[in-house]
């Protein structure tokens, strides 16, 4: 199931889209959110509270909310929000992120933040479940059912569904105009096809990089800015079902700890499309191969210069930042699944794994 749902999500974000999204007037119109402008401009900051993979879309999600809303977010893993004493009040927009919308742990976060008299919103896949019934609002990604345990096509829509609203509450909160929401949309809407010309020109060649990092013991996964949630969603991915050690770091943290690990054993991911990051992460690149690690880049397919530095270049088309995430997950996903065939693991069923965490 999980490669089917990874080759769904072009199908998947266009359902997410579908509908909801005018080109024209540049504004969102999404089914169970409030249509009064007053209630997007009450909110003074957003917390956004998930698990797991969910919790790796709400960090894509901060970059979208401080750019676009101009207004403070906060991430915090569920399972850690709901016995910390944050500080809530009716100013709060309480967002959570849930494929079931019975995640326990987010259910519980959800509840305990509901005595504050906060607002609560939800982007959930599953309708009428319970933590859309416990919400003020909704956002249904509208992903279909994933069957697989290793989320993929659920954390794409997610990213969707929180960049829709970013853009409904910019546009209601008068932080951007029609044209520049247009530009966002109109980006959006040519991610799906995007995704396919993907799964067209990668799937050899990660097939083949599949075959050197099968019996690699770690890896690390290394991105910045909006890569960087990526990068934790990859090394995620390689966890869960090819049972390889992997972790995901932010680039910048590098020298802080984790350089000491590389060495000729230790395939490397490097998360780099251009942007403002860019001349940064190369440096980073550098720094690894100087040190032996076999480096796997996802880079711009204008980028002339990775293919020299990396063992591996995979490419990405040209997007603006806000879409990339979108793209460079998916040879990632694609890599952890053909990793996973290969060691013969389940691919649908890893062990010790649940789809939905009913048990705190």
Not at 26 to 43: A, K
Not at 216 to 227: D, E, F
Not at 248 to 256: C, L
């Amino acid at each position: 199931f999980m490669l089917k749902e990874i080759h769904e999500q072009p199908r998947a974000i266009a359902d997410t889209l579908r509908g909801r999204i005018s080109l024209e007037q540049g504004d969102v119109f999404i089914e169970y959110l409030p249509t009064d402008p007053e209630w997007y401009r009450r909110f003074d900051r957003l917390a956004l509270i998930a698990c797991g993979t969910s919790w790796h879309a709400g960090l894509v999600g901060k970059y979208f909310f401080e750019s676009l809303c101009r207004i403070p977010v906060e991430v915090d893993l569920a399972s850690e929000y709901r016995y910390r004493q944050p500080v809530l009040d009716d100013k709060t927009l309480l967002v959570t992120i849930s494929q079931s919308g019975e995640t326990a742990d987010t259910l519980a976060a959800l509840k305990m933040a509901r005595e504050f008299g906060v607002q609560a919103l939800t982007i959930c896949n599953v309708l009428d479940s319970s933590i859309p019934r416990s919400s003020d609002a909704a956002i249904y990604t509208h992903a279909g059912p994933e069957i697989g345990v290793a989320s993929t096509k659920a954390f794409t829509t997610q990213i969707v569904a929180l960049l829709l609203f970013a853009v409904t509450m910019a546009r209601r909160r008068g932080q951007i105009g029609a044209a520049q929401a247009t530009e966002v949309l109109e980006a959006l809407s040519r991610v799906p096809a995007q995704m396919e010309q993907l799964f067209l020109e990668q799937s050899d060649a990660l097939s083949r990089i599949a075959r050197e990092v099968v019996n690699a013991r770690s890896m690390l996964y290394l991105g910045r800015g909006p890569n960087f949630p990526i990068a934790l969603e990859g090394a995620l991915k390689i966890k869960e079902i090819s049972y390889i050690h992997a972790e995901g770091y932010a680039a910048g943290e590098m020298k802080h700890g984790p350089i000491a690990l590389i060495d000729e054993q230790m395939p490397v991911v490097v998360v780099m499309p251009k942007g403002s990051h860019y001349e940064k992460i190369f440096g980073n690149l550098e720094e690894v191969r100087a040190r032996g690690a076999r480096v796997i880049a996802i880079g711009s397919e204008t980028d002339e210069h990775v293919a020299s530095y990396a063992d591996h270049a995979l490419y990405v088309p040209d997007v603006p930042w806000y879409i990339q995430p979108l793209l460079t997950v998916v040879p990632l996903q694609l890599l952890a699944y053909y990793v996973a065939d290969l060691k013969g693991t389940d691919v649908d069923q890893p062990r010790n794994l649940a789809k939905s965490v009913t048990v705190e």
